[in-house]
T-cell receptor
Framework: DAGITQSPRHKVTETGTPVTLRCHQTENHRYMYWYRQDPGHGLRLIHY???????DKGEVSDGYSVSRSKTEDFLLTLESATSSQTSVYFC?????????????FGAGSRLTVL | SQQGEEDPQALSIQEGENATMNCSYKTSINNLQWYRQNSGRGLVHLIL?????REKHSGRLRVTLDTSKKSSSLLITASRAADTASYFCATDAGGTSYGKLTFGQGTILTVHP
């Protein structure tokens, strides 16, 4: 999807194990975001980044951490996965469109925590 | 809490009919956007309407915005089976929001051939 690659696309893991999801962009955009999508909740923002090493919490950040050591990569880490973190995770970048920020999403990473 | 609430949650129509989806939000916005998601895929931006605009068109899409009622609607005219997808509204508070968007729960649209 338009210069954004998420990996892995699918992962099954066990409760208590660490998990890292990677988002890679090829277009040098400053703003990047991690959302999770769950039935009945739409998309909820987990963390976002406004530059290298500049990150902040979103609406549902508990249990998650992020890192951005270079412009193109934004990592989402679950230090100790729980079943409530079973979800589809989407990375997005923000582009300027008509003078406003428009998001472009990756294809998603489906995580199942058993 | 979710900024946007969408109505209806699901909509089933026949090809050729029009589809209308509604979105309500709670706080002031800089702009409101609509996104589409095909099954198993990421969201794709459809159209954006600014807070000082009342109506916007793009092809078969028509978006309205009523800031006094904090609501928006998306109309898809002459629907096609390929329009089957989930549709989400998203609000941008502007200012120092760093481009963050707050999404509604979405409307699932099914268009029958």
């Amino acid at each position: 999807d338009a210069g954004i690659t998420q990996s892995p696309r699918h992962k099954v893991t066990e409760t208590g194990t660490p998990v890292t999801l990677r988002c890679h962009q090829t277009e040098n955009h400053r703003y990047m975001y991690w959302y999770r999508q769950d039935p009945g909740h739409g998309l909820r923002l987990i963390h976002y980044s406004y530059g290298v090493k500049d990150t902040d919490k979103g609406e549902v950040s508990d249990g998650y951490s992020v890192s951005r050591s270079k412009t193109e990569d934004f990592l989402l880490t679950l230090e100790s996965a729980t079943s409530s973190q079973t979800s589809v995770y989407f990375c997005a970048i923000s582009r300027q469109g008509s003078g406003a920020n428009v998001l472009t999403f990756g294809a998603g990473s489906r995580l199942t925590v058993l | 809490s979710q900024q946007g609430e969408e109505d209806p949650q699901a909509l089933s129509i026949q090809e050729g009919e029009n589809a209308t989806m509604n979105c309500s939000y709670k706080t002031s916005i800089n702009n409101l956007q609509w996104y589409r998601q095909n099954s198993g895929r990421g969201l794709v931006h459809l159209i954006l309407i600014r807070s000082n605009e009342r109506e916007k068109h793009s092809g078969r899409l028509r978006v309205t915005l009523d800031t006094s009622k904090k609501s928006s609607s998306l109309l898809i005219t002459a629907s096609r089976a390929a329009d089957t997808a989930s549709y989400f509204c998203a609000t941008d508070a502007g200012g120092t929001s760093y481009g963050k968007l707050t999404f509604g729960q979405g409307t699932i649209l099914t268009v029958h051939p």
